[in-house]
């Protein structure tokens, strides 16, 4: 095995490890682990930041292709600097107006399309079908998103939480009922997402569970086991030490 | 203290043990549970599926290494279609953070199929912008990316023959793990260039995709690891995902067990206290 895979897979067990030491409690493992996890993450996008943008998008083209109308967006994105010197700083709002300007004529007609045209296109079903033979009919099947019943489902929902978020006037009588059927899908949409974010978060441990024992074969040198040895050691060391700091 | 009392003050290191136990074992002894595949990801392999060979499939690879469990084997699962197909891969990232694992998943299954570089397949890397850079490869996907990853200039790769921008590619699929992903990619890429877009995502984000999903703006979804799972059993190579179910059912039935004795205790706690004062 290249060693750059075995040194890879006993920093990869090790910081796993480290992280899973707070479950425990705080200590310095985990802090040295997260700040890491920090510095890495910031290193790595400063990197790939100044690789891409300054050198491939801008010096390239610039010096070696002669591209020079690049000096425009460079000299606009320069302004965003004058933030540091207080003489210059109204500089800056021209950086902040030009992206402020451009980000909301490109996303505020395709967020309308996207998330509200659309969605309501999708809401205002027929809550009655056509049968083949000609004559209405109404489709009971709860498992098809198309069926009539699903798209009264999604009618009374709709309706019902809006009328949960109608506050200009008092939640009484009929309004007091479709506010609490409101709440009732609600709750139904807040135990998914919940659901949902259970099971993600199992598929990360699951993730991570899966390499420590893949790390534990001896092609890896037993990585997950020596230092599953050497972190349990190190927060008794920890603990105990800790214990004598306090009692002195 | 009565039990009930003990049992809702247990000290919380003690479910992190049951929890950590319950993925460990059927891990390391895997029973196979059935898995069912679902509408949503089955529309996702349908649509590879249908495509004939030597398409366009886009794959944006919307995530980092902190969503890697969930989404590197969804990546895995649909390249490894989208190659046995012979399909023509492009690979991007909207985020910086992952492009060099999105590279790293890529160059691997393209090595395991026996694909070359600039000719089955390109990584173009990560670029700034999001969603000026969709609107500008729509335009001009040269504009866009006059290099790829490894800066081969991408006007003189086969792969991209044919290619001027987004309205030639037949498929995309963004593997998101928030924003910028799939939502980015249907705002200002399928709703203006008329693409057909598929997703694959986290749980956590899940539910708030399965709206555009329903209304058609995305033609399917496979949803955290059960949905990478459901498609390594559609492409009948089992992977990651798969072995990670067993480990997931376990997991999710210790969790509906304790919630279900957190209540017990708490409804008995509350019948007690309402005999000693029944005021």
């Known amino acids: 095995m290249p060693f750059e895979m075995l040194l890879g897979a006993w920093v990869a067990a090790g910081l796993t490890l480290f992280i899973f030491t707070f479950l425990y409690k705080d200590n310095p493992l985990f802090k040295l682990a997260e700040h ?30 002669g591209d020079w109308s690049l000096l425009v967006p460079l000299g606009i994105g320069m302004l965003m600097l004058a933030r540091y010197f207080p003489k210059i700083t109204w ?80 939640h009484k009588g009929p309004v007091r009922v479709a506010a609490h ?29 899966t390499d420590l024992i893949e790390f534990a074969d001896p092609q890896y040198g037993r990585a997950s086991l020596w230092l599953l040895l050497a972190t349990v050691a190190t927060l008794i060391v920890w603990s105990v030490r800790r214990g004598e700091q306090k009692e002195g | 203290m009565t039990f009930a009392e003990r049992m809702l003050h247990i000290d919380r290191r003690i479910i992190f043990l049951v929890i950590g136990v319950c993925t460990l074992v059927p891990l390391l002894y895997p029973v196979g549970l059935a898995i069912k595949v679902s509408p949503e990801v089955r529309s996702v392999h349908d649509h590879i599926e249908s495509l004939p060979e030597g398409s366009v499939f886009l794959l944006s690879l919307d995530f980092d290494p902190a ?10 699962a649909l390249l490894r279609h989208a190659f046995q197909k012979n399909l023509r891969v492009i690979g991007m990232t909207l985020w910086v953070t992952g492009a060099g694992m999105a590279d790293q998943v890529i160059t691997q299954m393209a090595r395991d199929l026996g694909k070359e570089n600039g000719k089955d397949y390109v990584f173009l890397g990560w670029s700034p912008g999001v969603g000026s850079l969709i609107i500008t490869m729509g335009q001009d996907l040269y504009k866009a990316f006059p290099s790829d990853y490894y800066n081969q200039p991408t006007k003189e790769l086969a792969v991209l023959k044919g290619v001027q921008n987004l309205r030639d ?78 480990a997931q059912s376990a997991t999710h039935f210790a969790i509906i067990v304790l919630v279900i004795l957190c209540n017990v205790f708490y409804l008995s706690i509350r019948a007690s206290r309402g005999k000693a004062d029944p005021r």
Do not use: H
């Open chain 1, 36 to 65: 890491l996890y920090v510095g890495i993450s910031v290193g790595y996008t400063i990197v790939k930041v100044y690789d891409t943008v300054i050198i491939r998008l801008l010096y390239e083209p610039m010096v070696k292709q």
């Open chain 1, 91 to 170: 500089l800056s709002r021209i950086a902040f107006a030009f992206i402020v300007g451009v980000g909301s004529g490109l996303a505020i007609p395709r967020i309308i399309s996207s998330y509200i045209l659309k969605q309501v296109e999708d809401t205002v079903r027929p809550l009655v079908s056509l049968a083949a033979e000609g004559g209405p009919t109404f489709t009971y099947n709860l498992l098809d998103p198309a069926s009539n019943l699903n798209a009264l489902v999604l009618l009374i929902g709709v309706v019902s939480v809006l009328f949960y978020f109608f506050f200009s006037i008092e």
């Open chain 1, 181 to 209: 059927t409101g709440i009732l899908f609600l709750m139904i949409s807040f135990g998914a997402a919940f659901g949902y974010t259970v099971m993600a978060r199992m598929s990360l441990l699951i993730g991570r569970l």
């Open chain 2, 67 to 76: 969503s890697k469990p969930e989404l590197y084997p969804q990546a895995v």
């Open chain 2, 169 to 246: 590619v037949n498929y995309v699929v963004s593997l998101a793990a928030g924003t910028a992903g799939i939502e980015t990619w249907y705002v200002f890429g399928k709703d203006k260039y008329k693409f057909e877009l598929g997703g694959g995502c986290t749980g956590v984000i899940a539910p708030g995709l399965y709206p555009l999903l329903r209304s058609g703006q995305i033609n399917g979804l496979i949803g955290g690891l059960r949905g990478a799972a459901e498609y390594e059993v559609l492409i009948g190579k089992k992977g990651r995902a798969v072995a990670g179910m067993d």
